[in-house]
């Protein structure tokens, strides 16, 4: 039964690949797509309801196409200026209307544009917490979605504890404001890294994911973790990247959202603008903790 | 290593003068009751706002933004009902309000109190009317307090936060989305 679906299922992914891909110009995916591997988006600073959001929202639906992944990261200032029904339509029902369609699951953060009341919005998937950890079915991943807008002792012991019982191979955190970022306008939280970096390291963090500087940043791991800003999904700050020791990869001309696959000890990314270009890829191999 | 941190603030208090200890004691214990006139004062909120938070105020999980709004209008306008002569320093009384200044400096003082004030002014909410038992504005975003403010301040019940508005420290009911109490220029 399920053998006999499969080749009707793949050709309606594909039509609706080459439909998209046609529409909206090449997007080719570089990423393994590997049998059994976790895959997930990451987008941050989506909120705006803007014209940029949606064609964001196409590519990733045009990506999940050809590279199936039913997990969305949410980086925060997922709804900005308002909260009302209408906000929540035009700013994440809409944009993203195909992903949510296909059982696609968000899981937000909060960003300081965002009401801490999100947090009761099903669709993302916070159970009503500020702060929560989940993990897919499949691989051994376990992710760690943080309020760093108020980083209280509560949530600093919580996460002291999840961390510690994890037994996760990999370890991601992600939340708002970055504690490495080379934005003008915003760069590192460095009252934030004080008290989050000792957890991270202590407890053999892998990958940490932050938006709130608009543009796109891969940072030279600091302490064997590696750094991301993802905060272009539908906001933009045009050259707001001032490259600094910390950056290994940055973007800031277009907008952008970034594609992961966890395959054992590995972890491949790619980040793709909104005009369908790759802005940059690679791979990262999990230290075995000793 | 960590004995000889624990130890050392009673060797400094042994080795002081009397009436130093004198001083110091009395302003422990001042201290001591501020705090817990604090602790009572934010608690009979919190239970004030148990007490409404019921039928359609209850905030619940759901795929529908428009019953969080509602319910979240519904527990406010139930709390301002109940504390319709709700006035500034209600909370934070002048006593309170001395405390967590001198709680507050030592966060806003050289390289660290620098890095502190650029987190809470960082996209900072712009200027605004703010008034006890009023909502907070829908489009405006909210401070981002550091871990080192929130560490160095009385923990709070479930559901209220520590939050600024320029150099005012306001207490947020973020549950209903209210302005609570406030301090004028807690952070000047």
Request: include cysteine; hydrophobic fraction near 40%; charged fraction near 20%.
């Amino acid at each position: 039964m399920r053998v006999g679906r499969r080749p009707n299922r793949t050709l309606m992914l594909l039509t609706v690949a080459l439909a998209l891909t046609t529409a909206l110009g090449a997007q080719t995916i570089t990423l393994p797509n590997q049998k059994n591997s976790v895959h997930f988006a990451v987008i941050g600073d989506t909120g705006s309801g803007s014209a940029q959001q949606y064609r964001i929202g196409e590519r990733l639906a045009a990506a999940r196409a050809v590279f199936p992944y039913d997990i969305v990261l949410m980086l925060g200032d997922n709804i900005y200026g308002g909260s009302d029904a209408r906000d929540f339509a035009d700013k994440f029902e809409k944009p993203y209307k195909s992903l949510l369609d296909g059982s696609v699951k968000f899981y937000a953060s909060l960003g300081n544009h965002d009401n801490t009341n999100e947090r009761l919005y099903k669709p993302f998937n916070m159970n009503g917490e500020r702060y929560y950890t989940f993990k897919p079915s499949n691989g051994s991943v376990r992710f760690f979605a943080l309020d760093s807008n108020y980083m209280d002792r509560a949530q600093l012991a919580w996460l002291d504890k999840e961390l510690a019982n994890s037994g996760s191979d990999w370890k991601i955190c992600y939340f708002h404001h970055p504690i490495y970022s080379s934005g003008k306008t915003h760069g590192s939280d460095l009252r934030l890294r004080t008290q989050l970096e000792p957890l991270f390291i202590k407890y053999g963090v892998n990958v940490v994911l932050a938006g709130h500087d608009h543009f796109y940043e891969r940072i030279k791991p600091q302490h064997g973790i590696q750094y991301f800003v993802s905060g272009a999904g539908g906001q933009l700050r045009p050259g707001d990247v001032r490259r600094s020791d910390l950056t290994e990869k940055a973007f800031d001309t277009g907008y952008h959202f970034i594609l992961f696959e966890i395959a054992g000890d590995t972890l491949f990314f790619q980040a793709i603008s909104d005009q369908g270009q790759t802005v940059d890829s690679g791979a990262i191999t999990r230290l075995k903790q000793t | 290593m960590r004995a000889s941190f624990a130890i050392a603030p009673v060797l400094i208090v042994l080795v002081l003068p009397a009436p130093t200890r004198a001083v110091q004691s009395a302003s422990v214990n001042s201290d001591a009751s501020v705090l817990a006139a604090f602790d009572q004062r934010v608690k009979a909120y919190a239970d004030l706002r148990d007490k409404v938070d019921h039928g359609q105020a209850a905030l619940k999980e759901t795929r529908d933004p428009a019953k969080i709004a509602a319910a979240q209008d519904v527990l406010a306008a139930r709390i301002r009902t109940a504390r319709a002569g709700a006035k500034p320093g209600d909370i934070f009384s002048p006593d309170i309000q001395r405390m967590f200044h001198r709680l507050l400096q030592p966060e806003l003082k050289g390289k660290k109190g620098a890095e502190t004030k650029a987190a809470i002014k960082d996209e900072a909410p712009g200027a605004m009317t703010l008034k006890v038992n009023t909502r907070y504005p829908e489009k405006a975003p909210l401070s981002t307090v550091p871990p080192n403010v929130l560490a160095s301040l009385p923990k709070l019940p479930e559901g209220l936060e520590y939050r600024f508005v320029s150099t005012h420290l306001i207490l947020l009911d973020g549950r209903a989305n209210l302005i609570v109490d406030l301090i004028p220029n807690a952070i000047a």
